[in-house]
């Protein structure tokens, strides 16, 4: 089952983003083949980042909380909330 990971950046947090970012891209492509889709929140102009969004298909909620809890932005504190929501695909058909 999917579920998609809405993770806010605490403000003024684009240094941290940066120092944490090669980690959690290494973390990521531990789970490649899981990823549906997966990239940076931005501002309207495309200057900053301020968050994640991702899609991952996991068996249950533990696996994704634990997912979550794994990943080197939560460990480094540079997520101000992260939701987790159970997500059914339904466009495109049969992609």
């Known amino acids: 089952m999917y579920f998609v990971f809405m993770c806010h950046d605490k403000p003024n947090a684009q240094k941290l983003r940066e120092a944490t970012r090669a980690a959690h891209l290494e973390y990521l492509y531990r ?39 794994g990943d080197p932005y939560e460990h480094a504190g540079l997520f101000e909330r992260v939701e987790i929501h159970r997500w059914k695909k339904v466009f495109p058909p049969g992609v």
Do not use: C, H, N, Y
Request: charged letters at 25%; zero cysteines.
């Open 31 to 69: 789970f490649e083949e899981m990823i549906l889709a997966a990239g940076p929140l931005q501002t309207d102009d495309g200057t900053q980042m301020t968050g994640s969004m991702l899609v991952l298909d996991f068996p249950d909620r533990k696996a994704a909380e634990d997912f979550a809890a």
